[in-house]
T-cell receptor, first 113, second 109 residues
């Protein structure tokens, strides 16, 4: 069975400092992995996805994530946080059939001025 | 191109009442989904539909029914609402990636 674990429920950073949101996955076969962002009272937007091509995936708004099979990790990073990055972030895994997604419990990112 | 739309945006029900949440997509996707989002639990799949005329249970289907009316529309029905169904409900459709609607915030008192 597949699952994801988001290691931090809350992360706080200052504007202009790096962001690291951690995600570990478990999958019995080669997974597809996603990061979604949810701004307050909004729906979910896809930030980036990994589907067995390049292990370093670039997404929207300067975010990127690296797939590390040896560590079963897919951490999300951004070099410099912006106030508009404050939101909840979900790490998501799916199997060979990408129709079903398994969500992590989310990480709430706060950005302080 | 509106993407995925959901109605209503907000709803308050009393225990035992019924209601239907509506979802429509204009992207010609075959697959559609209903999720619920509860604090600290991420999104959990209630039901999904891989194509018009087919539906399957997800992780938390109890207390819900669905109808895939046509390719565009996928509705979620609560026959007898319970306080445990207080949640935010998201509809999604997919073609290689899932696109989400804005959500319906439901409170059952």
């Amino acid at each position: 069975a597949q699952s994801v674990t988001q290691l931090d429920s809350h992360v706080s950073v200052s504007e202009g400092t790096p962001v690291l949101l951690r995600c570990n996955y478990s999958s019995s076969y080669s997974p597809s992995l996603f990061w979604y962002v949810q701004h307050p009272n909004k729906g979910l937007q896809l930030l980036l996805k990994y589907t067995s091509a390049a292990t370093l995936v670039k997404g929207i708004n300067g975010f990127e994530a690296e797939f590390k099979k040896s560590e079963t990790s897919f951490h999300l990073t951004k070099p410099s946080a912006h106030m508009s990055d404050a939101a909840e972030y979900f790490c998501v895994v799916s199997g060979a059939n990408t129709d079903k997604l398994i969500f992590g419990t989310g990480t709430r990112l706060q950005v302080f001025p | 191109n509106a993407g995925v739309t959901q109605t209503p945006k907000f709803q308050v029900l009393k225990t035992g009442q019924s209601m239907t949440l509506q979802c429509a997509q204009d992207m010609n996707h075959n697959s559609m989904y209903w999720y619920r989002q509860d604090p600290g639990m991420g999104l959990r799949l209630i039901y999904y539909s891989a194509s018009e005329g087919t539906t399957d249970k997800g992780e938390v289907p109890n207390g819900y029914n669905v109808s895939r009316l046509n390719k565009r529309e996928f509705s979620l029905r609560l026959e007898s609402a319970a306080p445990s169904q207080t949640s935010v409900y998201f509809c999604a459709s997919s073609f290689y990636e899932q696109y989400f609607g804005p959500g319906t915030r439901l409170t059952v008192t």
